[in-house]
């Protein structure tokens, strides 16, 4: 991102050191276990001028609490004006409140990102976005990574009912594993700083996704859209000229130009240089595809798919109907075309063995 960035992690120390210089910030939070939210909350502090210097004092000593500047996960108080961000007093009902982000309830990380996340993408992504692209940026981290981790912290689950599976590979866990291990005592401090070096570096991933993959392709997915009437008449078909991951933006333009559920296919260009036509989803993680391709092409390869479509230079229509390929544009085009006037309604796929591409 920026030379904010490559900052060292932050000396961890149990109490404050005699020699501190007096101007060094002083970011408290409590000993013992440590996890996710608290590891984020620090890392997000050290991305901002004002802290990146600072030391971590971990304690629960209310008396060296009282010195640190800024204290995160402990005190059982939230009062900003104080730069005090506990979120376990059973008081806090706090959420982001901005957009969807209304239900989970913040852990210390969602606190530090509500009162510091925008000055630190400023600081992080300057000129490179737009105002407007900042405060887009800004709700999308929070939901696409600050969030679950708010809900794993508060006791949350993804989902209601049985879970079919356990996610045992997430930031919250890998964190966990840091703790020192209850037959191998360490000092934990040690592992904490590890923590905080790992949640800033995803942090910091997830924002330079945003700025540096985002952000161009909602440029080229946006072009698409606007031409979609040049394409077909219906505009229910866009051509990606160039490949980027296109669905969600396409979600959020549909949105903004108020014509949700509009578009029926995506094309573009593989890497060998034939071309997709892809079936847009009924929402962005979803299976069942608005339209998939014709019922009667699908599971059917080469020349037997062009015999049946009429359609030359076919090369496959999956089974679910959710996406197909052809030699050339002109055929691809054809297939989305020929499909949208065979179908009207929303199929559920016969397979959902794995997340379609």
Known sequence: MTSISNNSVYMVYSKIPENLNPTTKKIGTHS????????????????????????????????????????????????????????????????LNLDKFTKIRLSSAGLIYKHFGRQILEE????????EQKDDIYLRVYGNFIEHIDANDNGVEISDGELKYKITTALPHRVGRLNPKWNA???????FRKAIELTRSEFLDSVDIYVNEWLPAYTIVEKAFLARESIDPSGEI??????CPWKEHLFVLEEKYNVKGLIKYALFKDVKGDWRVQAVPVEEQSFASRIPLH????????????DKSGIP?????????FIG??????????????????????????QKKSKQD
């Open 32 to 95: 013992g276990s440590f996890h996710c939210d608290e590891s984020l909350a620090i890392g997000l502090l050290s991305l901002l001028q004002e802290y990146k210097d600072g030391v971590v004092i971990r304690t629960r000593d209310e008396k060296i609490l009282a010195e640190c500047d800024i204290i995160v996960d402990v005190g059982a108080v939230y009062d900003p004006a104080r730069h005090r961000y506990d979120h376990h007093q059973a008081s806090f009902k706090d959420t």
């Open 124 to 131: 992080l992504i300057g000129d490179r976005a737009t105002e």
């Open 185 to 191: 005592p360490s000092d934990e401090n040690i592992g």
């Open 238 to 243: 866009i051509v990606v000229d160039q490949f």
């Open 295 to 306: 019922k009667d092409w699908r599971g059917i390869r080469d020349e037997e798919l062009s």
């Open 313 to 321: 230079g076919c090369v496959f229509v999956h089974a679910s109907g």
């Open 325 to 350: 390929g052809a030699k050339s544009y002109e055929s691809a085009l054809k297939m989305a075309q020929l499909s949208l006037r065979a179908s009207t309604h929303v199929e559920e796929p016969e």
